[in-house]
Nanobody, 125 residues
Framework: VQLQASGGGLVQAGGSLRLSCAAS????????VGWFRQAPAKEREFVAA????????YYADSVKGRFTISRDNAKNTVYLQMSSPKPEDTAVYYC???????????????????WGQGTQVTVSS
């Protein structure tokens, strides 16, 4: 599966932004999809994920209550709605997909098989 992330840009703190992850392939619904981010000089970190079947969601503590992940399997797209972003949310955001993933690994970078190219999000104070 090929992934393409989009929707990044410059947003003021307290505003909102929606990222999209569009996937190719007819079997998109079988993949768990996650969003990760990487700020300069920092490691890539987990942001949110949504499972393939019942659409169970997971969030990093740092974004819980502010970000919402959702998916539209008919459109082969996963979204990350960013509400009330903070300057510390500034990073390149990547979407990723993984198959046959166990719950305990859903926050791990290495558990995902396919990655999009990333989209820059800059939050101004």
């Amino acid at each position: 599966v090929q992934l393409q992330a989009s929707g990044g840009g410059l947003v003021q703190a307290g505003g909102s932004l929606r990222l999209s992850c569009a996937a190719s392939g007819r079997t998109f619904s079988r993949y768990t999809v996650g969003w990760f981010r990487q700020a300069p000089a920092k490691e890539r970190e987990f942001v949110a994920a949504i499972t393939r079947s019942i659409g169970r969601t997971y969030y990093a503590d740092s974004v819980k209550g502010r970000f919402t992940i959702s998916r539209d399997n008919a459109k082969n797209t996963v979204y990350l709605q960013m509400s009330s972003p903070k300057p510390e949310d500034t990073a390149v955001y990547y979407c990723a997909a993984g198959d046959a993933m166990i719950q305990s690994s859903i926050r791990n970078v290495g558990a995902y098989d396919y990655w999009g190219q990333g989209t820059q999000v800059t939050v101004s104070s």
